[in-house]
C-alpha cells in the first residue's frame, strides 16, 4: 500500500558499503569484531582500532583471508594524541574514511557508595571521551573529503533506561545520545549522519565478566543475575546477538539519506519500548 503524498523509498536487496572506509573502535572483540566482519562482507575496507595492534591485526588478518581490504591500528580512544595518529595513518593509507562505528567500552560496576573516582573517570574517558575524540577526528576527515559519512555511537539500553550498580556506565551511555544528536546537527550541511544503537545484553567478553561480579554485588546466584536482572524485561528471555548489533550497523552506515540521523534504534528483544 502505497501513500498518495509520499515517495516510496526504492527497495533494495542487499546493503552494499562498496567502496567505502570504515572505522571501527573496539573491534578486537565482541560486538565491535561482528561489525568490522559485517561491513567487510558488504564491501568496505575496514580499520580494526584497537587497545593493542597484535588484537586489532588478528582480527583484521582474519577478515582479510575473505578479500576484504584491512588495516589494524592501535588507538587507544581516551587518548587524544593516538587517535588522531590512528586516523592520520588511516588517511595516508586508504584515503577518508566514510563511516566510524565509536564502540570501544568497557564496563566496571559498584554501588554508587563504593565507586572509586579513578574508576568512574577511566569509565567516563573510554565512552564519552572516546566518542567525542574518535567523531571529531572523522568528522574532519568527511568534511574535508567531500563525501560526508555516517557516524555511528554504541549506546546501550542504558542510555534510556537505569540499572543498578553502573552509575558512570549508564551516565556515559545517555551522553552518548546528547552528542549523536548535536553531531546530527551540525553534520548535516556536510552530509554527515550520526545515530546511536542501544543493545540488550549481548553475551560478550564485557558481559560474562559482570555475571560473576553482579553475583557477588547483589548477592545472588549468576543463574539469577542471567534470569532476574540482565534478561528479566526481555519479551523472550533471550539474550541480543552480535550480529542483530551488526546488522542494525550495517543499515545506519547505509542508508543514503538524512531520514535517518539524530536516531537511536534499541535492539533488546523488547527489554526497553520507546
Ligand atoms: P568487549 O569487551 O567484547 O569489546 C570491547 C573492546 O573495546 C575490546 O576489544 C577492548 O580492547 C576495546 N577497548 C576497551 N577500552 C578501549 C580503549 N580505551 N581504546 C580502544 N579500545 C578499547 O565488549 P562488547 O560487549 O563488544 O562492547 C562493545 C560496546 O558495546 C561497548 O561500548 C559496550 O558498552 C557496548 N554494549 C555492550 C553490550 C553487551 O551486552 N555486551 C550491551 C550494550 C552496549
Redesign the pocket.
Known amino acids: 500500500m502505497s501513500s498518495a503524498n509520499s515517495a516510496p523509498v526504492e527497495a533494495t536487496t542487499t546493503l552494499s558499503l562498496k567502496g567505502k572506509t570504515a572505522l571501527v573502535?573496539?573491534?578486537?572483540?565482541?560486538?565491535?569484531?561482528r561489525i568490522a566482519e559485517v561491513f567487510a562482507d558488504a564491501g568496505a575496507n575496514v580499520v580494526i582500532?584497537?587497545?593493542?595492534l597484535a588484537?586489532a591485526q588478528a582480527t583484521a588478518d582474519a577478515i582479510a583471508t575473505k578479500g576484504a581490504k584491512t588495516l589494524a591500528v592501535a588507538?587507544?580512544?581516551?587518548d587524544e594524541a593516538a587517535v588522531e595518529a590512528g586516523f592520520a595513518l588511516v588517511q595516508q593509507r586508504l584515503g577518508a574514511i566514510d563511516i566510524l562505528v565509536s564502540?570501544?567500552?568497557?564496563?566496571i560496576v559498584a554501588p554508587i557508595e563504593e565507586f572509586k573516582f579513578s574508576d568512574w573517570k577511566k569509565l567516563i574517558?573510554?565512552?564519552l571521551d572516546?566518542g567525542f575524540l574518535t567523531s571529531r577526528a572523522a568528522v574532519r576527515q568527511m568534511i574535508a573529503s567531500g563525501r560526508g559519512g555516517s557516524i555511528i555511537f554504541?549506546?546501550?539500553?542504558?542510555s534510556k533506561e537505569a540499572s543498578k550498580l553502573k552509575s558512570p556506565?549508564v551516565a556515559a551511555?545517555h551522553g552518548l545520545e546528547g552528542l549523536a544528536k548535536v553531531l546530527a546537527k551540525e553534520g548535516a550541511a556536510h552530509n554527515i549522519r550520526s545515530n546511536v544503537i542501544?543493545?540488550?545484553?549481548?553475551?560478550?567478553?564485557?558481559?560474562e565478566k559482570q555475571i560473576p561480579e553482579q553475583a557477588q554485588a547483589l548477592g545472588i546466584s549468576e543463574d539469577e543475575v542471567v534470569r532476574n536482572v540482565m534478561l528479566k524485561d526481555t519479551v523472550d528471555a533471550q539474550f541480543?546477538t552480535?550480529d542483530d548489533?551488526a546488522q542494525a550497523a550495517l543499515t545506519f552506515a547505509a542508508w543514503p539519506s538524512n531520514a535517518l540521523t539524530g536516531q537511536s534504534l534499541v535492539v533488546s528483544h523488547g527489554w526497553f519500548m520507546q
Open positions: 573502535t573496539g573491534a578486537a572483540s565482541g560486538i565491535g569484531k582500532a584497537d587497545l593493542k588484537d588507538m587507544d580512544v581516551t564502540n570501544a567500552g568497557i564496563q574517558a573510554v565512552h572516546g554504541m549506546g546501550s539500553v542504558h556506565y551511555k542501544c543493545p540488550g545484553f549481548v553475551r560478550t567478553p564485557l558481559v541480543t552480535v548489533v
